[in-house]
Structure formats: structure tokens, C-alpha cells
């Protein structure tokens, strides 16, 4: 089955971890996104890419790094700096401007 | 730059009745438009879309027509279900160097039997 996978779907960080979210895609789509949804809130975009080995901040990257060596993934670091990292995070694929597939999510909890 | 903006809930409606969710856009250039619904601790699925003005979208009993006179995307359904309940957001889709999608706030739905 073609979709999106991501993993874990819970994860504990301390104060002062870095930590990364895998996503993994086997749609062959291009362009692969991170977002952010906070309780109640919509989604707001930390980073993209458009193609293999290179990608975009979004309107939220402070704090956050991606890689886009492979096609197929683009894991999302949560380091130190980002102050306020409890939240879901959504990582999503798209073929074309249309539409895009979103994996499960992960939620992420700072102790 | 462009945005979208949604009717606040949340919604609460009584099984088997009509559902409205209003939409709205700013937008420079031509751009796509969807409804996303998010069941509880889930990721977004494409609930439907629609490409240029006067297209309808529809899917599972909802509706929307891209209305460019109007800037507006308004979610319908005829006869809601307990299993609608959800979160539904309202996007578009926007060249900025590439293609990168704009969402709404989101509007839950509540519905009860």
C-alpha cells in the first residue's frame, strides 16, 4: 500500500534534547512538507521541499532542521532552540499543486 | 499575502441535519481550493477540491463550488451523521517558489444522535 509513514507517534523529550521525526513516503511525490497544529489551532508550516537535496524554511523553521537526501524521506530535527516544541507535528507529500497525502502525525511532549 | 478564513466553532448540529461551513480567501493569481477533515489524533485526509472558479467538489455527501465573484469556498452537506464529526479545513494552494498550501484555522463539528 502507497502512503505516508511516520514514527514514533508519541515522543518525550527532556529540556535541552534534540530529537527527529522520521517520515517516510513511498508515493514517489516530489515535494514533502512539516507542520505544526497546536491544540485547536490550524497547521502552520515549518519547512519544505520541492526536490531531493534541497528545501525551504516556512513561516515557523526557528528552532527546527530538516535533510532531504532521499526522495522518499524528510526527517524534521527539533533542537534545543525551539522553546516551545509541545505539539503535533504533520508531515505531508504532494504530487503536484493539488493536494496533499499527510501521514499520522507524531506528538510530541517536552517533560 | 493570501490567506483563508473559516467560520469559528465549534458546530454543533443534531444528526440528519444541514451543515454550512463558510470559507473564505484572499488570493493573487488562480489558486486550487480543498476541504481537509481530521478525525481526533489523526493526520488531514482530502475530503474534496476544486481547480478553477465554478468547479464543485464533492465527496462522501459534501459539497463546495469555487465562487471567484465571492472568494468563497462554503462546505455543505445535506444530512449530517455522527460520523462527521471532526475537524474541516478549508486550503488553497500557492506559488511561492513552490507549491505550498494555505489552511484555514479549522472548524470542529460536533453531532449528536
Known amino acids: 500500500d502507497g502512503g505516508i509513514t511516520q514514527s514514533p507517534k508519541y515522543l518525550f523529550r527532556k529540556e535541552g534534547q534534540n530529537v527527529t521525526l522520521s517520515c517516510e513516503q513511498n508515493l514517489n511525490h516530489d515535494a514533502m512538507y512539516w507542520y505544526r497544529q497546536d491544540p485547536g489551532q490550524g497547521l502552520r508550516l515549518i519547512y519544505y521541499s520541492q526536490i531531493v537535496n534541497d528545501f525551504q524554511k516556512g513561516d515557523i523553521a526557528e528552532g527546527y532542521s530538516v535533510s532531504r537526501e532521499k526522495k522518499e524521506s524528510f526527517p524534521l530535527t527539533v533542537t534545543s532552540a525551539q522553546k516551545n516544541p509541545t505539539a503535533f507535528y504533520l508531515c505531508?507529500?504532494?504530487?503536484?499543486?493539488?493536494?496533499?497525502?499527510f501521514g499520522p502525525g507524531t506528538r510530541l511532549t517536552v517533560l | 499575502g493570501n490567506s483563508v478564513t473559516q467560520m469559528e466553532g465549534p458546530v454543533t448540529l443534531s444528526e440528519e441535519a444541514f451543515l454550512t461551513i463558510n470559507c473564505t480567501y484572499t488570493a493573487t493569481g488562480y489558486p486550487s481550493l480543498f476541504w481537509y477533515v481530521q478525525y481526533p489524533g489523526e493526520g488531514l485526509q482530502l475530503l474534496l477540491k476544486?481547480?478553477?472558479?465554478?468547479d464543485k467538489g464533492s465527496n462522501k455527501g459534501f459539497e463546495a463550488t469555487y465562487r471567484k465573484e465571492t472568494t468563497s469556498f462554503h462546505l455543505e452537506k445535506g444530512s449530517v451523521q455522527v460520523s462527521d464529526s471532526a475537524v474541516y479545513f478549508c486550503?488553497?494552494?500557492?506559488?511561492?517558489?513552490?507549491?505550498?498550501?494555505?489552511f484555514g484555522a479549522g472548524t470542529r463539528l460536533f453531532v449528536k444522535a
Open positions: 505531508a507529500s504532494s504530487p503536484d499543486r493539488h493536494e496533499q497525502f
Open positions: 486550503a488553497l494552494s500557492e506559488w511561492t517558489g513552490g507549491f505550498k498550501t494555505i
Open positions: 476544486a481547480t478553477k472558479a465554478d
